[in-house]
């Protein structure tokens, strides 16, 4: 799914003098780590988005390619960049989640024992664990992944991608845009 899927969504595009990623070169890069494209096109020299053959201009940095030879490929320091950005991400997200199973875990198991009806009553304790169990695990793994997870996982990542992208900026002597 594209942001075109969902109209008036926008992408949040980050003010950190970083250009990387694009959701064009997002998906290109994604689609070149699984082996579905290869790494070969026509891409933007500054913020390496895919560009049109006919296109001068960048769609998403602005970038006048009519001064500077294009690339035919995305550089394996950006590719290594999402890659590793995306694991960060990936790390935070499941931790997190796994952490909202946890609670519901413990969670429901101290509910049921410290509950004075269920003392005699196994099936009503099994019941209500299992329900709290589904109900949350479900929630908490959601609530906790989805948005602290993916909070702190966006911000760890995206700060190796500016020390990526600062290295090979100062590497290949590129000035800011």
Known sequence: MTN???PGERRF?????????????????VDVINGAVPNRGNFCA?????????????VECQFDSTSTERLDQVPEEIVLAMKNQRSIESRWVNSFAYLGVLIAVVGGIAFVLATPIFNDRLIYATVAYGLILLIGSRVL????GGYFGDQIGYSKGRAQTIKAWDAYRSKNRISSQ
């Open 4 to 6: 075109q899927d969902f």
């Open 13 to 29: 595009k980050p003010d950190d003098n970083c250009p990387l990623f694009s959701l064009r070169l997002e998906n290109h890069l």
């Open 46 to 58: 500054y913020c390496f988005s895919p560009m049109g053959l006919l296109d001068a201009l960048c």
């Open 141 to 144: 793994a959601g609530f906790l």
